[in-house]
């Protein structure tokens, strides 16, 4: 399978869809207006340049409704490009659009197959390539809204291929950058989609919230398509057969050539074509239809699952049954009786404090995860009685349970109102997994555990006999291993004694009675003979320190991702401090211990050092323990509350930020330390410096940063009792509460910052649970 990568030039590989004389008979015919209109942009251009979207437009498309100012442009005989704004009343789009040459331009058929930004910008927006090789999208305000980072790279000229490919070149035509490794939402012929490369598309669910559908492939599974909202992702495809998709190195990708696509193989055709993923997270292949002038979808997946298998194929609340038919539960009512796929609304709100609250027994329902086996908890022996307990046990945020009857899957809900494809907002089965008994010969005193306990040698196999090493930490390594189903996990296999036995008890204690979003999942674990092993769920973007501690533009994460990150963080730690039976401190947050998904969920993770106390315990007398830099100062005293926590996420919060460590030997002298630099730019009021300087977007939302930094610094008071619980925390981080004014930077640097180690606690190093990017 072939790569593109920089240095190397672009083979067209878009099919000639005419005979060459047919084609140059056409080319004849097509009126000269026509073909003069398509060619006011050059499809080549050297810096610097500048372009705007201003009036009057290059052409407008009536049906449409919108004008196009062109920047770039390549008129092919079959499909057509041009790269620049879409303008319509309410703003601008910036992309790449794909279009067939007609005699009548005002009603061609055009589609978006790359974007720089999904927002509408108003017109006084600018697309700059500047002389030191940088293609930026600059706001009306002036600031930075994109850019493809490539300043300082020898770029001399932009080119907009055949094949639709932007390319940034160097003197030497090598290239620098090009958007077919950047796809958005589309895949063009000659186009490959390697494992972190994903197309992606939003659309907006009745209450607002987003839904992002992903697909991408992955070394293990392949093919993998999903749906993340409200904070929880669910898989619905993934490859039956990952051979198929593998290049003769053994490379799992798709090259998209005429003929296939990874696992799905198309017969040859001279048409236009290509691959889309829609804003309902279908995957279709788009072929045009010269007699109807258009783009005609085809759904790649619908072979390969049954209907009801696409999430919100019944829109909000409503359930699908095979056929397929959408019908609303009771308590809701359709949106659109002519069409029931718009889905239902409810009749009234669901409330807590209602005595009228029911369950109500849904039959013959199927949820598309557990389909797909994407679940990984056993609910054949679960019940309906078993699922209302569970229910309760949660409150209101249980929205649905699931189990097994007569090889039917039903569902369960609490309130009027069943959710079964809506329960991604919350879906909590955890406690209707098969519960496993610790065998009463063991040494260990474990807890009745709602988790998988495994036999040593089905671990054994699952790894490979512990061959791929995804980390190492100081009583242990982690493996990588598939599950049966397909499920890739992590497992940490503990050696040594005495502080390896108390880490394996800790673990097991914390997160294997608890379940929560922002928590790196255990699975099971295994206490056979002298063995003691822990298995989590696979976190395919590793640890977050990858990611900050860096200057490479490959791992530079945006604003938002960060901030939703420093959110997830908080929002763990405010779970193990008042939400979960009993308070847990968890004693080493730091950035090695947050683990990071596919779509950038942060999980808190390694508990081996964490602290169970009561509720209404105030304190706890422990010998110190945790990581230099990240203790709070009254770790000296030796008596400690969930503050040290609270400290540590100040520390962690900044890091993310600034993009530095918290202590650093590689900068000058009088930034070694960042609280120390951060405490000295605080009261110059000159915090805007401490924003990540390698990051563009970092920079465009520095305002936002500072704010976020302020939240820190509340966080890392040396008074532990003027600290704020992590639940304010969240609410402040959230915007739903604003910070007080005259907060002052009252916290120095423990002189335990700069040391190796505190004692023999420390030498539990971070495990890693996913491997390197």
Not at 37 to 55: A, C, D, E, L
Not at 325 to 354: A, F, K
Not at 412 to 438: H, P, Q, W
Not at 578 to 604: R, S, T, Y
Request: charged content about 20%.
């Amino acid at each position: 399978m072939s790569m593109v990568l920089p240095g190397r030039k672009i083979p067209s590989c878009f099919p000639a869809p005419f005979p060459s004389l047919l084609l140059l008979l056409l080319l004849l015919l097509l009126p000269p207006l026509t073909i003069a209109k398509f060619r006011i942009g050059p499809s080549s251009v050297s810096v610097p340049t500048v372009w705007t979207p201003s009036k009057p437009y290059d052409f407008n498309i009536t049906i449409l409704e919108a004008g196009f100012k062109v920047v770039l442009s390549r008129l092919n005989s079959g499909p057509s490009f041009f790269f620049g704004f879409k303008c319509r009343d309410d703003g601008c789009y910036f992309g790449l659009f794909i279009f067939q040459p007609t005699q009548d331009i005002k009603n061609i058929s055009l589609l978006t197959v790359w974007s720089v930004q999904q927002e509408l910008m108003n017109d006084a927006v600018q697309m700059r390539f500047t002389k030191e090789g940088d293609l930026v999208l600059l706001g009306a305000n002036g600031k930075k809204m994109w850019s493809t980072n490539t300043a300082g790279k020898s770029v001399v000229g932009l080119n907009l291929t055949d094949v639709g490919n932007l390319v940034l070149y160097d003197r030497n035509d090598a290239i620098v950058w090009q958007s077919f490794d950047h796809p958005t939402n589309t895949i063009l012929p000659g186009q490959e989609l390697r494992p972190g490369m994903k197309l992606t598309t939003t659309s907006s669910a009745p209450d607002g919230t987003a839904r992002v559908y992903t697909f991408t492939t992955d070394d293990q599974m392949g093919f993998v398509a999903s749906l993340k909202a409200a904070n929880s992702l669910q898989i619905f495809y993934r490859t039956r057969n990952v051979s198929k998709m593998k290049s003769d190195n053994g490379q799992v990708g798709a090259l998209y050539k005429n003929g296939t696509f990874g696992e799905f193989e198309f017969f040859p055709t001279s048409l236009p074509q290509f691959i889309g993923l829609t804003a309902s997270g279908h995957l279709v292949r788009y072929l045009y239809v010269e007699f109807s002038n258009d783009w005609r979808p085809t759904d790649l997946l619908e072979d390969q699952v049954d209907t009801c298998v696409y999430p919100f194929v019944c829109g909000t609340y409503g359930i699908c049954s095979y056929g397929p038919q959408c019908v609303c539960p009771s308590g809701t009512e359709q949106i659109e009786e002519r069409d029931p796929s718009y889905g239902c609304n409810l009749i009234s709100p669901i409330s807590c404090d209602s005595l009228n609250n029911t369950f109500k027994a849904v039959e013959s329902v199927t949820f598309f995860a557990l389909t797909n086996n994407n679940i990984s908890a056993d609910i054949s022996n679960a019940t309906a009685e078993s699922c209302k307990e569970a229910c309760l046990r949660k409150g209101c945020s249980c929205t649905m349970a699931l189990f097994h009857k007569q090889s039917r899957l039903s569902g369960i809900t609490f309130g009027a109102v069943l959710m079964i494809l809506v329960s991604l907002l919350g879906i909590y089965i955890s406690s209707m997994v098969r519960k496993n008994d610790v065998n009463s010969n063991d040494d260990l005193d474990l807890p009745r555990l709602q988790i998988t306990r495994f036999c040593y040698k089905d671990l054994k196999a699952m790894t490979g006999d512990f061959t791929v090493k995804l980390g190492e930490g100081g009583f242990g390594s982690v493996f990588l291993g598939t599950l049966p189903s397909g499920m890739r996990i992590a497992v940490k296999r503990l050696d040594g004694f005495g502080q390896m036995k108390k880490s394996f008890l800790a673990e097991v204690e914390t997160i294997g009675t608890i379940h929560h979003v922002d928590l790196v999942r255990l699975l099971g674990f295994c206490a056979e003979k002298s063995f003691r092993l822990l298995v989590y769920e696979y976190m395919c973007n590793g640890s977050l320190d990858k990611w900050i501690f860096h200057k490479d533009q490959e791992f530079d994460l945006s604003w938002q991702v960060r901030r939703k990150i420093i959110i997830d963080i908080a929002k763990g730690l405010a779970y193990l401090h008042g939400e979960c039976h009993q308070k847990i401190i968890h004693l080493d947050v730091k950035p090695q211990n947050i683990l990071l998904d596919e779509h950038f969920n942060a999980k808190l993770a390694d508990f081996g050092l964490s602290k169970l106390i009561e509720k209404d315990q105030s304190q706890v007398m422990t010998t110190m323990r945790g990581t230099p830099g990240y203790l709070a100062p009254e770790w000296l005293s030796s008596v400690i509350t969930e503050k040290v926590d609270v400290y540590s996420f100040g520390i962690v919060m900044l890091e993310i930020l600034c993009g530095r460590k918290n202590v650093d030997r590689c900068m000058p002298s009088d930034e070694v330390h960042m609280l120390t630099l951060f405490k000295c730019k605080a009261e110059q009021e000159q915090l805007l410096d401490m924003v990540d300087q390698s990051s563009g977007d970092m920079q465009l939302h520095g305002q936002e940063a500072v704010k976020m930094m302020k939240i820190a610094a509340w966080c890392l008071q040396d008074d532990h009792s003027k600290r704020p619980l992590m639940s304010q925390v969240v609410k402040f981080l959230e915007g739903s509460v604003d910070i007080e004014d005259g907060l002052r930077y009252s916290f120095s640097v423990p002189s335990n910052h700069g040391g190796d180690s505190v004692d023999d606690a420390t030498q539990l190093l971070p495990s890693t649970l996913s491997g390197p990017r």
